[in-house]
């Protein structure tokens, strides 16, 4: 259990260093292009912090633990520590394509109302 600790933080230690580098350097510039209409005026540390810790947690717990204590290879952990993002990031992007198409044609949105 503890070493599960300790590879909890130092997975969460180097999320937070990537994520940090990309939404500092290349981030900005893609996001405010793209998604500018849709950001707000302060970013919510609540929602961030509970974000990150479960999505270190989920990884220790479904990647990272099995390679440890079942000793499986590093492709399968890497297969799927790849299936975990897919379906991770997919239900993100799956989730928000109805807030893209309200902004291109919000008629839909009245509709739904009636």
Known sequence: MKKLIVVYF???SILLAMDF???YTAGPIFYKKELGYLMGEKIL???VLVFYLLYALSITIFVLNPLMI????C???LF???LFGLCAYGTYNLTNQDR???RLNSSHTDISRM
């Open 70 to 73: 079942n000793k499986e290879s």
């Open 10 to 12: 130092l997975y969460l």
């Open 100 to 102: 893209k198409s309200t």
């Open 75 to 77: 492709i399968v952990a």
């Open 80 to 82: 799927k520590g790849a």
């Open 45 to 47: 540390i609540t929602p």
């Open 21 to 23: 580098l990309w939404l």
